[in-house]
């Protein structure tokens, strides 16, 4: 099993629509939880992170994550065409070692 | 926020020869530094980690004598693929983190392509 594992879509959707990406982990060591955005040929930058369980939002992005269950998501709402990008999400268990997710492609239509 | 650099951006070079990549924190100290290597549509995986002035650490599988790393100051590494053969070709992001415990949050270059003929 994958420490983190994640849909690689691709994902589709029509401009304005409320998107859904989601990771599940198996490790309960990890405590940090980030989501990255890489266009496409470019390095991976930062959207988020949160520590432990809970909601987390920033302007149209919302990152949500239950430790419980073991699972992150991140949502988008009215989404635009410019969000069209791989999203990746990673764990970080505070041993400085990122460990992510496939990435999930996300093509948001206009 | 902080800013890293790697240079080139995009290289090309024949089979047999090495390539050096360079990594970059323009605007803050870098303590610790990541080599990642990514294949089209796959996720990040972990190289190697090095701490300037100490050797690197290598994740499992990855060969340190075909892929040298230098962390020779706190804000420059490199990453030198020695006797580059076509199944090297990919894409080479590394990353730098202050690390001072807790969240240790790591900023991204914006990568190298790496194609070896």
């Known amino acids: 099993q994958k420490e983190v594992e994640q849909d690689p879509g691709p994902l589709s959707v029509p401009e304005g629509a409320i998107v859904s990406l989601n990771c599940t982990y198996s490790n309960s060591a990890f405590q940090y939880f980030m989501w990255y955005r890489q266009y496409s040929r470019k390095g991976p930058e930062l959207l988020m992170y949160?520590?432990?369980?809970g909601n987390k939002e920033d302007g149209r992005f919302t990152a949500q994550v239950d430790k419980s269950s073991k699972y992150i998501s991140l949502f988008i709402r009215d989404s635009q065409p410019s969000d069209s990008a791989t999203y990746l999400c990673a764990t970080d268990s505070g041993t400085y070692k990122y460990i992510f997710g496939t990435g999930t492609r996300l093509k948001v239509l206009a | 926020g902080a800013v890293v650099s790697q240079h080139p951006s995009r290289v090309i070079c024949k089979s047999g020869t090495s390539v050096k990549i360079e990594c970059r924190s323009l605007d803050f100290q870098a303590t610790t530094m990541f080599w990642y290597r990514q294949f089209p549509k796959k996720s990040l995986m972990l190289m190697a980690t090095?701490?300037?002035?100490?050797?690197?650490?290598?994740e499992q599988g990855v060969e340190k004598d075909k892929f040298l790393i230098n962390h020779a100051s706190l804000t420059l590494s490199t990453l030198t693929v020695t006797s580059a053969h076509p199944e090297d070709s990919s894409f080479y992001i590394c990353s730098a983190s202050s690390g001072a415990g807790g969240y240790n949050e790591q900023f991204f270059g914006p990568g190298t392509r790496l194609t070896v003929l």
């Open positions: 949160t520590y432990s369980s």
């Open positions: 090095s701490n300037e002035g100490s050797k690197a650490t290598y």
